[in-house]
């Protein structure tokens, strides 16, 4: 092993980018679905201030969370495999689970929870402008 603070540092990396790119996706699908569903025209300044800190909670607070909590359970620094490079290392537990392991396909899945809602209320947008152009004959 060469470079073990470069193995800490990039493991540590990993975990939080696996978290960081599934709540970035949730962030993205939340924002569509808030314009699809057009419930506001207008934000207040409070009102995008307390999005912009649900997204930086989300997207850099809980990876953040998770490196941390990927201490309590990895049962030594990290392993290294050929043509890979280093991995992190993780005893598989209970805590494990929870701690480190469902938060990516958890938050995929609430993402692709908010695509849907997204997808069928801009579907059910196009459905009312074609309507509309039908009515008036345009």
């Known amino acids: 092993d060469i470079a073990p603070i470069w193995c800490d540092i990039t493991t ?5 980018a696996d978290v960081g790119v599934a709540a970035a996706s949730v962030c993205l699908m939340r ?15 409070s009102d995008r201030r307390r999005q912009r800190l649900i997204d930086l909670a989300l997207g850099l607070g809980l990876p953040t969370l998770i490196m941390i909590l990927h201490v309590v359970v990895q049962g030594h620094r990290y392993d290294i495999l050929q043509r890979v490079g280093c991995i992190a290392a993780v005893y598989w537990s209970y805590p494990a689970v929870f701690f480190v392991t469902i938060w990516p396909p958890f938050l995929l899945t609430l993402a692709a929870a908010y695509g849907a809602l997204a997808l069928r209320l801009f579907l059910a947008r196009r459905y009312q402008f074609a309507k509309l152009l039908e009515s008036s004959k345009s």
């Not at 540590?12 to 939080?16: N, S």
């Not at 924002?31 to 300044?45: D, G």
Request: hydrophobic share 45%; glycine share 4%.
């Open 12 to 16: 540590k990396l990993r975990v939080g």
């Open 31 to 45: 924002q569509l679905e808030s314009i699809a569903a057009a419930r506001q025209i207008h934000f207040s300044p």
